[in-house]
């Protein structure tokens, strides 16, 4: 069993239990609390005047074991809006990275900008959900979803106004969504069966996208230089998370990643 196939078992039983625990009906019902903020809208195009970054919150990873356990996530949060951050992901798996629920409306009182939750996403039920912690956008994994789930999350997500990144490997995995639309699309450049990076990866399947689709990288994003290789190719923005989780002064690295100013044509 490869560890993207353990964590969805483990998820799906999650979902169970959770939804025996807290209805659909009470999910809509909190999501009603959080006003919407842009980030369809902020990675939209391909070809920005400037770099923009998604800054992940993440206490830990299957890649490399315990990255923090004394940060904030809030007080990480407002060191990345500090820095020019255009959104931040917050990822709440806990056995694997350990995150919390807890921290998306922690996170999203703490800053102005878009709130991107990212686990591993098996039901509508976790849209709902996610809507509910205060969440502006919601991760789905390509590669662990049926085309139907995807559609039906898609679906859910357009109605109850949250945005969706679809997060893709493999080319074959585009191909299963590439007749839907209204979402950003993330190009991952680790492969969650082996864990393993690869940023050649990211470039070799940017070329295959379509121009009219936003892109966003994924993993191995370490240095300026890495930025602008990406920009060059037309790249709506990056995710990064562990080089900034490490960082010693995350406004400072998310600014210099993005040229002070920014990327300019």
Same mark, same amino acid.
């Given at each position: ?40 809208? %902020? ?6 005047? +400037?770099?923009? @970054? $998604?800054?992940?919150?993440? /206490?830990?990873?299957?890649?490399? !074991? ?71 956008? %919601? ?6 979803? +049926?085309?139907? @789930? $995807?559609?039906?999350?898609? /679906?859910?997500?357009?109605?109850? !106004? ?88 995350? /406004? ?14």
């Amino acid at each position: 069993m490869t560890f993207l196939e353990q964590v969805i078992e483990e998820k799906r039983q999650d979902v169970k239990r959770k939804k025996e625990e807290k209805s659909i009906e009470e999910l809509k019902s909190m999501g009603l609390l959080y006003k919407k903020r842009p980030f369809f809208e %902020v990675f939209k195009k391909r070809y920005p005047h +400037e770099i923009k @970054i $998604i800054a992940e919150i993440k /206490m830990a990873s299957p890649s490399t !074991g315990l990255i923090s356990k004394d940060i904030l996530p809030e007080r990480q949060a407002m060191a990345y809006e500090a820095g020019g951050a255009h959104s931040i992901s917050v990822i709440t798996e806990h056995r694997h990275f350990k995150g919390k629920m807890e921290y998306v409306p922690l996170v999203k009182k703490a800053v102005n900008v878009a709130v991107l939750r990212k686990d591993f996403m098996v039901d509508v039920y976790d849209v709902y959900e996610s809507k509910a912690l205060g969440a502006d956008a %919601v991760l789905l994994i390509g590669e662990a979803l +049926e085309r139907e @789930i $995807i559609r039906d999350c898609l /679906m859910i997500a357009k109605e109850i !106004g949250i945005d969706c990144v679809i997060e893709i490997h493999e080319l074959s995995t585009f191909d299963k969504v590439a007749d839907m639309n209204g979402f950003i699309l993330g190009i991952n450049n680790r492969d969650l069966k082996t864990l393993d990076v690869d940023i050649s990866k990211g470039l070799e399947l940017l070329q295959q996208i379509p121009l009219d689709i936003p892109v966003i990288i994924e993993s191995g994003i370490e240095k300026r230089e890495d930025i602008l290789m990406f920009m060059e190719k037309g790249v709506s923005g990056f995710l990064v998370g562990t080089t900034l989780m490490r960082s010693e002064n995350p /406004m400072k690295k998310i600014m210099e990643l993005r040229g002070m100013d920014g990327y300019k044509d």
